[in-house]
Structure formats: C-alpha cells, structure tokens
C-alpha cells in the first residue's frame, strides 16, 4: 500500500485544514462541511494526476481539439455519515463517477471491545474499475477496513484509492496489515495526527467530523 500525506508539501489544503480544526471556525457548520467538501476537491485533482488518460477529440467551433480524457470507470464510495462532505468534494471534480454508500458504526462488542457494524450498502459493480472510498476521519482504520472489504463483494478493483482528511500512524500501520501490503492501493491523507486518545478520536485531531457536519447525535442506550 502506497502512502501519501499531502500536507507534506506546502498548499492552500493546509488553510482548509486550519479552518477545520480552529475550535471556533469549526461551530460554523456550513463553512466546516464545504472546508471538508474542499479537501475532497483537492485531493480528487491529486488523486487524479496519476489515473490513466487516452487522447479524445472534441468539436470546437472552429476546429477539432484533441484532449486527454480519463479512461478509467471510477465509483466513488463514502461510509455514512461523515464521508458524505467529502464524497460530494471528490463527485465535484469527478462528475461522471458512479457511486457507492456504505453504512457502519461503533459498537462495543461483548468482550467490551470496539468493532465496525457495517449494516447497509448501496453499490453499483466495481469489477475491473477504478475505486475511491472516502472517509474523513482514519482513527482506528476499522471503518475504512470494513467498508473496503464490503464493496470487494461487488467485484475486484483495478485500483483502489482510500482517502481521509486525517489519519494516525496506528491506522497507517492498521491498513497496511489488513490489506497484507497490496500493491493496488493507494492511501491519501491531507495530514497525519500522532495520537489516538482512549475514546479512539485523533489527537490534535478536530473532534467528530460526523457530529460537527450534522450536529450531535443522541444514542438510544444512553435515554
Ligand atoms: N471520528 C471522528 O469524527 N473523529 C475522530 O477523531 C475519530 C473518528
């Protein structure tokens, strides 16, 4: 699995970040979701400068133009909720890309343990395409793990490209053994935080990415 933090070289991706991450600049939730959306925007140009192209032609009105066009069939996946600000950044630049949703939560398992209950998926075929799943926030990589391994159900990618906004080097290290090292698989970050508190949220981090787009939620066991 290759690694890329985009943070690592200076950009205008770090002011979205900033804003992402300012305490008081994140309460406005409009401007958080479209600084998500933003992410997404810049990281779909990265991502794509190294997809494939095949020469087209197009009609001008005065003459014909030859373009470079993407060849690859790209679908787009996000894990509900908080991938869905930075799904619509990466569907802004790739307007012709088909599209996945995957649902899956936290719980604490018997054993008190944490695990990914993935519940509901709404994909189209993803054989021989090429495939982007979002999710903002790669805490523990259990998520991205679950829903990746979800939509390997609706076929073989030719390509996969996982992207977050933030990610640990614990869960760098997670995907990396999950995906037993493939060499079909791209990680994007826009930044790499070092801790990962108890309650499994990223440190410095911006707190719950899902709760700040949409507001907080209730959890019914807690009535
Ligand atoms: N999900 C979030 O929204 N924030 C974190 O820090 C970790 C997971």
Redesign the pocket.
């Known amino acids: 699995m290759r690694v890329v933090n985009l943070s690592e070289q200076n950009s205008v991706l770090n002011q979205f970040l900033r804003e992402i991450r300012d305490v008081n600049i994140q309460k406005d939730s409009m401007r958080f979701r479209r600084n998500i959306e933003r992410i997404g925007e810049f990281m779909a140009m990265e991502v794509s400068k190294t997809l494939t192209y095949q020469p087209t032609e197009v009609q001008t009105p005065l003459a014909t133009a030859t373009v470079n066009t993407i060849s690859d069939r790209l679908v787009l996946a996000t894990i509900l909720r ?1 991938g869905m600000p930075l799904h619509q950044g990466f569907l802004n630049i790739f307007d012709h890309a088909e599209n996945g949703f995957l649902s899956a939560y936290r719980r604490l398992n018997d054993k008190g343990e944490l695990e990914i209950v993935a519940e509901y998926m709404a994909a189209p075929d993803i054989n021989g395409k090429t495939l982007i799943v979002v999710d ?2 790669l ?1 523990t990589g259990m998520s991205m793990e679950v829903g990746y391994l979800a939509l390997l159900r609706h076929g073989k990618p030719a390509y996969t490209h996982l992207c977050c906004a ?1 990610a640990t080097p614990q869960s760098i290290d997670y995907m990396r053994k999950a995906l037993d090292d493939r060499q079909d698989v791209t990680l994007w970050c826009a930044a790499v935080d070092p801790v ?1 508190n108890d309650k ?4 410095p ?8 787009c949409y507001g907080t939620k209730i959890h019914l066991s807690d009535r």
């Open positions: 908080a903002p926030m805490a933030i990962l499994k949220y990223i440190v981090g911006l707190g719950d990415a899902g709760d700040l």
